[in-house]
Structures are given as structure tokens and as C-alpha cells.
């Protein structure tokens, strides 16, 4: 019995068990996107009364831009020119204010500039060391007063407009 044992061990071989390991791995790259509001894309600001001139106007858009990051990041914001021009006369870039604020759905821990003069450098809006899906940041554009534009009427134009475009952008922080 014992060589009919040993015999169907040698003809059938001893099992053995192998593990193969495989790495898997996890890669997260960054990601971050940022998105006007379409209903948004043009503000005014309008002087219409003798108030406005002497107190600044100032246009409040909520929810202004909706963002999406996979970590921390900066929201900053930047003007073509240092320089709105009309005709021959200009008003200048940092004489209008920009504040943000937290929108309807805000990052938490966030922190908002609130009073960024705008400028052809960029000017740094949002910043936060978390992400987030579909945040929202309302900005406000405020234009100076203490009659600062009283001499930039255009005779003959209803009205004259001064226009720059702004461009915001958002990096990983």
C-alpha cells in the first residue's frame, strides 16, 4: 500500500501555490474649471443720476462664476488694459473695485478679496486649500465715485462706453 501511495504522489505531482502581485495604483491629476454665468457675460455699470456720479455704481452678479476643483486653488482676475478707452479720453482700470463674495453654494474655507482694484497684472480673488463640485462665487464690479468720470461724457454719444475685457482665471494651489 505504502508504493502504491508513493507511486500516485510521483505520478501526480505535488500542487504547489505561487501568488503573482499585481500594483494598483490610484492617479489623481488636478483639475479645476470656471465658468461665467451666461446670463452674466456683459455688466454694466451706469451713471445715470448726479448721485451715481458723486457715489459710484456698482453691479452685484450672484453666482457670477460657478467653479470646479479637485484640490485647493486661487481664482484670480485680470483686465485687457490698464486703460478703458473711448474716442480719445480713457478711465482707468483701477478705479473700478471688484469683491467677492461666497455664492449660493460656496467653498468652505474660502477666503474672499474685498476690494481688488482691477488691473492689466492679475489681481488674486478666491483662494481656498480645499476643492469643490460646482461652487459658486458672486462677484461685484464697483465704479468710483466722487464724480471721478464727470469729464468722460462724449458729446453726441447716448452714452459713451468705456469697455475692457476681464479674464478670471483658476490654478491649483
Same mark, same amino acid.
Given at each position: 500500500?505504502? &508504493?502504491?501511495?508513493?507511486?500516485?504522489?510521483?505520478?501526480? /505531482?505535488?500542487?504547489?501555490?505561487?501568488?503573482?502581485?499585481?500594483?494598483?495604483?490610484?492617479?489623481?491629476? @488636478?483639475?479645476?474649471?470656471?465658468?461665467?454665468?451666461?446670463?452674466?457675460?456683459?455688466?454694466?455699470?451706469?451713471?445715470?443720476?448726479? =448721485?451715481?456720479?458723486?457715489?459710484?455704481?456698482?453691479?452685484?452678479?450672484?453666482?457670477?462664476?460657478?467653479?470646479?476643483?479637485?484640490?485647493?486653488?486661487?481664482? &484670480?482676475?485680470?483686465?485687457?488694459?490698464?486703460?478703458?478707452?473711448?474716442?480719445?479720453?480713457?478711465?482707468?482700470?483701477?478705479?473700478?473695485?471688484?469683491?467677492?463674495?461666497?455664492?449660493?453654494?460656496?467653498?468652505? /474655507?474660502?477666503?474672499?478679496?474685498?476690494?481688488?482694484?482691477?488691473?492689466?497684472? !492679475?489681481?488674486?480673488?478666491?483662494?481656498?486649500?480645499?476643492?469643490?463640485? =460646482?461652487?459658486?462665487?458672486?462677484? !461685484?464690479? &464697483?465704479?468710483? /465715485?466722487?464724480?471721478?468720470?464727470?469729464?468722460?461724457?462724449?458729446?453726441?454719444?447716448? @452714452?459713451?462706453?468705456?469697455?475692457? !475685457?476681464?479674464?478670471?482665471?483658476?490654478?491649483?494651489?
Amino acid at each position: 500500500m505504502k &508504493k502504491f501511495i508513493i507511486t500516485s504522489i510521483a505520478i501526480l /505531482g505535488v500542487g504547489t501555490i505561487s501568488g503573482q502581485n499585481v500594483t494598483l495604483n490610484v492617479r489623481l491629476k @488636478p483639475i479645476q474649471t470656471l465658468v461665467v454665468n451666461d446670463g452674466q457675460k456683459i455688466v454694466n455699470l451706469d451713471y445715470v443720476t448726479k =448721485d451715481d456720479y458723486a457715489n459710484g455704481v456698482s453691479s452685484n452678479n450672484v453666482d457670477h462664476l460657478k467653479i470646479f476643483s479637485t484640490g485647493g486653488f486661487q481664482v &484670480k482676475v485680470k483686465s485687457a488694459t490698464s486703460a478703458l478707452q473711448s474716442g480719445s479720453k480713457n478711465i482707468q482700470a483701477n478705479t473700478i473695485r471688484i469683491i467677492a463674495t461666497a455664492g449660493s453654494d460656496a467653498v468652505n /474655507g474660502a477666503q474672499y478679496a474685498q476690494g481688488v482694484l482691477l488691473s492689466a497684472n !492679475e489681481a488674486n480673488l478666491v483662494t481656498s486649500a480645499s476643492g469643490g463640485v =460646482d461652487k459658486k462665487i458672486s462677484i !461685484e464690479y &464697483k465704479g468710483a /465715485g466722487s464724480n471721478t468720470y464727470i469729464d468722460n461724457y462724449i458729446a453726441g454719444q447716448d @452714452p459713451t462706453i468705456y469697455s475692457t !475685457e476681464l479674464t478670471y482665471t483658476i490654478i491649483s494651489q
